[in-house]
């Protein structure tokens, strides 16, 4: 029973992520829906790893792989966004500009 | 009561990541993910993950928040254009969520029996009390090593995007702490008890709840606050002591999987004689390295900030 | 038995001055006034649910956990108010 409310949360979640990356236009906001989908999918997985009785040892290792990733991930398009502000002076991308 | 406690804290969960990409502005949407990131590991402790939960709390909360709040920083000193918030719904990217949803609830219901695999047995021969800990090192080592080496691409990734007169300036922003002031005492009390609470976690991951990664997490943030306080000079790459601690990790790491192959079994297996030996040094170079490219990864790359930040 | 009961009462004060603080970060008008509700009102509540949950403890080395949990909470909460007063002064310094 507990497993299934951590698994539709994980799916909400990827939701959430999706419409955050798709819709926002603002560059730092995707990266931070990207992280919710990410962390959802993790979720998901970790829940239908609590579904036996046992502690299940392997969907664990392989979300804590996937946090570390997911952050590294992160953290260049990070620096990218910066990178990207400094020679153009825009954090949305030029063809989603509704300023000009 | 339990059932009770899970459903509220599920419902939290989701509305703090509605408040994530709702409006507000970009600090009080990296804020509400912070908190999000602090109930999701509450989430991992109810569902029996405890390394998971340390893990997320430490990386997917904090690191990741730090970093978002330094580019957030950044980008508010360059002045860069304002960003028009469309109002209203996106109707295309709401349908595209909501079948993203649909899907994934779905594929829930429609999983097959869970079958674990029962690994008690195993997990004797190993070395070490902890599975999550037994399965990252030892049994998907080869998962291990080439995380480590992603980590270490990454943060070349971040270098690649430094000038070429850049390349040696110290990293990270000029940091304003007052001398004698809160931040500089805060710096120089935190750094001791951080160390050992990091090496604890490390050590400890060996039987109970820890690990390489939640303890390099942890000396990384005990850096990073060094950094701010001034107590730590800024590094810069060119550092070879720096390189060093860098390559240490997946150093060791190759090293002994292919001393494993040199000795006539398999690459990167362990015999079961030397298991908890080995697996107690590569954590512990592991954790070294994870914990100077986890802060260099938050630090950036190296710019020139008289001119632009 | 008084252990439980001792730990409910404990947590429940300090639940209430978690609700105080969180009432006066959002009705309090300014920035130093709410810190002011967050760090007295908050710091409280938590060593009333560490006083709580130490009822709970099975040996000394968990209480001194807790302890070392709460000390260390008190530390942080304290650096960063003080920065965040500190920056909001010269935030308002700037603007006059």
Redesign the interface.
């Known amino acids: 029973m507990m497993p299934t409310f951590f698994a539709l949360t994980g799916a909400v979640l990827m939701g959430v992520g999706t419409y955050g990356l798709l819709a926002l236009p603002h560059l730092l906001r995707r990266i931070i829906a990207f992280n919710l989908m990410g962390s959802g999918v993790f979720l998901f997985f970790g829940a239908a790893g609590a579904r036996g009785g046992a502690v299940d040892a392997i969907p664990q290792a392989l979300i804590i792989t996937g946090i570390v990733v997911a952050l590294s991930a992160s953290a260049l398009a990070v620096a990218l966004i910066v990178a990207l502000a400094r020679s153009t002076g825009t954090v949305t991308l030029a063809d989603e500009d509704t300023t000009s | 009561m339990?059932?009770a406690l899970?459903?509220a804290l599920?419902a939290l969960?989701?509305c703090v990541?509605?408040a994530?990409?709702a409006g507000g502005g970009?600090f009080r949407?990296?804020i509400f993910?912070i908190t999000?990131?602090l109930f999701?590991a509450i989430?991992?402790a109810?569902?029996?993950?405890f390394?998971?939960a340390l893990?997320?709390a430490a990386?997917?909360a904090g690191?990741?928040g730090v970093?978002?709040l330094a580019?957030?920083g950044?980008?508010r000193r360059?002045r860069?254009?304002?960003?028009?918030?469309?109002t209203g719904l996106?109707l295309?990217?709401?349908l595209?969520?909501?079948a993203?949803?649909g899907a994934?609830?779905w594929a829930?219901f429609a999983?097959p029996a869970?079958?674990?695999?029962d690994?008690s047995q195993s997990i004797a021969q190993t070395g070490v009390g902890n599975?999550?800990t037994?399965?990252?090192l030892n049994?998907?080592a080869w998962?291990?090593l080439l995380?480590s080496i992603?980590?270490l691409a990454?943060?070349l990734?971040?270098w690649m995007?430094a000038r070429e007169e850049d390349w040696n300036t110290p990293l990270g922003p000029r940091y304003h702490a007052l001398s004698g002031g809160?931040?500089v005492?805060?710096g120089r009390?935190?750094p001791p008890?951080g160390l050992i609470f990091g090496a604890y976690l490390v050590w400890a991951g060996a039987e109970s709840v820890g690990?390489a990664?939640q303890g390099g997490t942890v000396l990384a943030a005990v850096g990073l606050v060094a950094l701010m306080a001034n107590v730590l000079p800024a590094p810069s790459i060119s550092q070879a002591g720096l390189r060093i601690a860098l390559v240490l990790g997946p150093g060791v790491f190759l090293c002994t999987g292919l001393l494993a192959a040199a000795l006539g079994s398999d690459f990167l297996s362990i015999a079961p004689e030397v298991a908890k030996a080995m697996i107690l040094t590569i954590e512990i170079a592991l954790s070294i390295s994870?914990a100077v490219t986890?802060a260099l990864?938050?630090l950036?790359?190296p710019v020139d900030t008289q001119g632009?930040p | 038995m008084m252990a439980d009961i001792a730990t409910y009462v404990l947590t429940a004060l300090g639940l209430v001055f978690f609700v105080a603080g969180t009432v006066g970060l959002l009705r309090f008008p300014d920035t130093f006034s709410r810190l002011h509700a967050l760090t007295k009102a908050d710091n409280l509540g938590l060593g009333f649910i560490a006083l709580g949950l130490a009822f709970q403890a099975e040996s000394w080395a968990q209480l001194a956990m807790l302890a070392l949990i709460w000390a260390l909470a008190l530390l942080a909460a304290g650096t960063v108010a003080q920065l965040v007063a500190r920056a909001a002064l010269a935030g308002l310094q700037e603007d006059e």
């Open positions: 339990t059932l899970d459903l599920c969960i989701v990541s509605l994530t990409v970009i949407a990296i993910f999000y990131g999701l989430g991992w109810r569902l029996g993950a390394d998971v893990a997320e990386i997917g690191l990741t970093l978002l580019a957030h950044r980008l360059m860069t254009k304002a960003v028009v918030q469309r996106n295309p990217a709401a595209a969520a909501t993203m949803t994934l609830g829930w999983l869970p079958s674990v695999p690994l599975p999550v037994a399965v990252l049994f998907r998962d291990t995380e992603v980590l990454a943060l990734g971040v995007l809160v931040l005492g805060f009390l935190l008890v690990g990664f994870i986890l990864l938050v950036g790359p632009a």
